[in-house]
């Protein structure tokens, strides 16, 4: 069974609308870590939020926030006020069984999606 | 401004040579991924490292792939004889203690 899922291959948004990428995940372990990476067509990887299966509130980092359903696993990225910067690939991942500080630890990916933010 | 380096940034090469990748991971990062992208397979984790010791390279085709930390500097992954289905993005990234993977640029390689 896939760990990560997400379902949207492709995303079109307005400039300056909001946008849901959407993910759920797989996982029997009560401790794990959900991430969403941007890599824009430079390539590079970029992180850009983290939840931990803890914390109690949803994740923000600036225009970005993550909507985490733990009974519906699901850890949806928002990203607000679009820009045509957001543009890029965006990858959500889980890191299991260990809590945050720990430095161990692979991150399974999901196969991403394509926001494309147009003027 | 802290980054995970990586060399070289792009190859081409034979098929049948030997390809070497390096990366340095950000200074007192103790856990190092490679992972390798390609359109038909996404994001793969080959290998990873914790204090150099190797972890985890059940993702690497042992035949012909070999990752190795000779310090706490460096990390390299090997392919050797490298072969078409090898052409990928190769990404190493380092860990924090807050969890956040942290990539390098990736060396895109095309064996030839």
Same mark, same amino acid.
């Given at each position: 069974a896939q760990k990560i899922t997400q379902t949207q291959p492709g995303m079109f948004v307005q400039e300056k609308e909001a946008v849901t990428l959407d993910c759920t995940y797989d996982?029997? *372990?009560?401790?794990?870590?959900?991430?969403?990476?941007?890599?824009?067509?430079? $390539?590079?990887?970029?992180?850009?939020i983290y939840q931990g299966?803890? *914390?109690?509130?949803?994740?923000?980092?600036? +225009?970005y926030s993550l909507n985490f359903q733990k009974a519906r696993k699901s850890a949806n990225l928002v990203i607000s006020a679009s820009q045509l910067g957001d543009s890029?690939?965006?990858?959500?991942?889980? +890191?299991?069984?260990k809590r945050r500080g720990s430095t161990l $630890? +692979?991150?399974?990916f999901g196969r991403g999606t394509q926001l494309t933010v147009w003027p | 401004d802290a980054r995970v380096t990586?060399?070289?940034?792009?190859?081409?090469?034979? @098929?049948?040579?030997?390809?070497? @990748?390096?990366c340095q991971p950000i200074l007192g990062h103790n856990t190092v991924f490679w992972y390798r992208q390609t359109m038909m397979q996404g994001l793969e984790l080959l290998a990873y490292f914790r204090n150099r010791a190797p972890l985890d390279d059940s993702g690497m085709p042992k035949d012909r792939f070999s990752a190795e930390m000779p310090d706490a500097t460096l990390a390299t992954l090997k392919i050797q004889p490298s072969e078409p289905r090898d052409s990928a993005v190769y990404f190493c990234a380092s860990v924090s203690g807050f969890n956040e993977q942290f990539f390098g640029p990736g060396t895109r390689l095309t064996v030839l």
């Open positions: 996982t029997s *372990d009560p401790s794990y870590g959900l991430f969403w990476y941007k890599q824009p067509s430079s $390539g590079e990887m970029i992180f850009l299966s803890y *914390d109690q509130q949803n994740a923000t980092e600036g +225009r890029a690939m965006y990858f959500c991942a889980m +890191r299991e069984g $630890g +692979r991150l399974y | 990586q060399t070289p940034r792009h190859k081409v090469t034979e @098929m049948g040579q030997e390809v070497t @990748m390096r």
